[in-house]
């Protein structure tokens, strides 16, 4: 989210864009995601992001110069209950409206586009085949390259140590390599954001809270075009991993923190859901795996804006596991913000504030 919001900056003739990150870039969630980019959402906020995103990765390599190793393969989503297939029909009706060529399969199909699957006590599917997933280092790569290029500073192994604030304007950044003397402060630090917030007196309400991925050994005939599989009712998903099959699924004991140490207490929940859907799962041996951070929000949405209480302080921050996939959009939404310009999409309805309002807005299609 960073080095997208730094290169469209840059890239708009902003001067004097400084990019601060404390370790290297890409070492906090974004080296720790699968790799999902998608437009099947709920949500119509979410979904122009995801598809405005989508339109950015496909020209990634062309307009960066970057190999981000995008596989077009698709979103399956699985579904298993009534409730389930009503509101992704809702969904797929709302997408197709706004130019996503998402649709409802018969189980059969579903079985057919992602072979590992059974179909016992499936009812239908939705599919969107401009889904699928690249790596999301060379996406940050790519931006970070292309916003130097066009005169940003990158700082790596710079932490922020707090944000003056004078009266009601932002006035400076304080890093571990001393003073950044700035009017304008964009947050974009992920489950980190909240307590870059309170260094302005912003609440930014993320929590950040553990997920785990895991990667198997090669998995003989795999499907060259197997698409993003996710059993929705267990939140078990799975894709190719080069040889293998990159899997995970949410942890609903999982409880907030910055711990990011693998454990094994979530793999009989994952292997009882592999069980029941993909049984073939359940044959491969584990090769490695990892854990990251999601960064949530109360409804599970964005929060995109600016402060009102500060002068200038804008944020983007806590995707609630979809970040990545809408970084593109995102870097151009907030470019403009900046910039006092009207953005392709009005993301007034995740301001903050929204909390405070109890202007929540729920997304129903997370992993």
Known sequence: MGTSIACHLARAGVRDVVLVERDELASGSTSKAAGGVRAQFSDELNIRLGARSLAAFDRFEADTGQDIGLHKVGYLFLLSTPEEVTAFEAGVRLQNSLGVPSRMLEPAEAQSLSPLIRTDGLLAAAYSPDDGHCTPESVVQGYAATARRHGATILRHTEVT???????????VRTTQGPIATGTVICAAGAWSRAVGAMAGVDLPVEPLRRQIAVTEPVPDLPPNLPMTIDFTTSLYFHAEGPGLL??????????????????????????????????LLDLRRTGGWAGLYEVTPDHNALIGEAASVSRFLYATGFSGHGFLQGPAVGEVVRDLYLGRVPFVDVSPLSADRFAADALRPEVNCV
Do not use: C, N, Q
Request: avoid cysteine; aromatic fraction near 6%; charged fraction near 30%.
């Open 162 to 172: 707090g944000i003056d604030v004078s009266g009601t304007a932002v006035t400076a």
């Open 247 to 280: 899997l995970g699924m949410s942890d609903p004991d999982e409880r907030p923190g910055f711990d990011t140490r693998t454990h094994d207490r979530w793999i009989p929940r994952l292997y009882e859901a592999m069980e029941h859907r993909a049984p073939a």
